[in-house]
């Protein structure tokens, strides 16, 4: 299985032309981002939103670049990360990504080429983080960017993701799922600049969070929800 290589050369302005990328990230509103920035880049996306829905993905094509987030709703991406690079025919780009830049030693550690942090909004640095680790025969001396845009993603993508953290915090089901949630909503406040947010949510990502801090971070993704809600 041959990854997924261009039709024909890049551009300046479009300087992924042709390649796939596959993007495994859970929240809508940063998958929108990447999207948006491999379209404006010339390249074609797939998204999954967990492990599972990746290793169905890597059964089936091999992407020219694999971006995973390390933090997923069914366990770590850094697994994916090494299964990716341990393929008969390894996935020639992979990028471990985290709001958590804590997080960057385990993507590394499993693999990974590079690391991105959240959020990501500067065209360029997205373009020139992909073209860094391409390899020549798949990069094809592709320019890099001679100019930037700071790309933000529809608004109704993020509504879409405070639903969901506020609907499995009104469960709360257990422990793992508590933890994952407030992971989720950390990255989710870093890539929306939401400091209260962020700061609530990471009280809460503790293994024994309390009930006033899960009860904090539940009323400000309701706020936010109800405040994305009006526009």
Not at 28 to 49: H, K, Q, T
Not at 97 to 124: N, Y
Not at 197 to 208: D, R, V
């Amino acid at each position: 299985m041959s990854p997924s290589l261009p039709a024909g050369p890049p551009t300046w302005l479009r300087p992924l032309f042709g390649l796939t990328v596959l993007v495994v990230e859970d929240s809508r509103f940063v998958s929108e981002a990447l999207r948006l920035m491999c379209v404006r880049s010339g390249a074609r996306i797939r998204r999954a939103d967990c492990l599972r829905a990746a290793r169905r993905h890597l059964q089936t094509y091999r992407p020219a670049v694999l971006i995973v987030d390390i933090g997923l709703p069914d366990g770590s991406g850094a697994g994916l990360i090494a299964e990716a690079k341990a393929l008969p025919q390894p996935v020639p780009a992979v990028l471990g990504l985290s709001g958590d830049p804590a997080r960057a030693a385990e993507a590394l550690g499993a693999g990974a080429d590079a690391f991105l942090p959240k959020p990501v909004e500067s065209l360029a640095r997205f373009q020139q983080a992909v073209l860094c680790v391409l390899p020549a025969e798949v990069r094809r001396a592709a320019p890099m960017a001679l100019e930037d845009d700071t790309i933000t993603p529809d608004p109704l993508a993020l509504r879409d993701d405070l639903s969901h953290a506020a609907d499995v915090l009104a469960r709360r089901r257990d422990a793992a799922a508590t933890g994952y949630v407030a992971q989720f909503v950390a990255g989710l406040a870093r890539a929306c600049h939401d400091e209260d947010l962020e700061t609530a949510a990471e009280a809460a990502a503790g293994q024994s969070p309390s009930r006033a801090a899960l009860s904090q971070l539940s009323g400000l993704v309701q706020a936010r929800l109800d405040r994305a809600a009006v526009f």
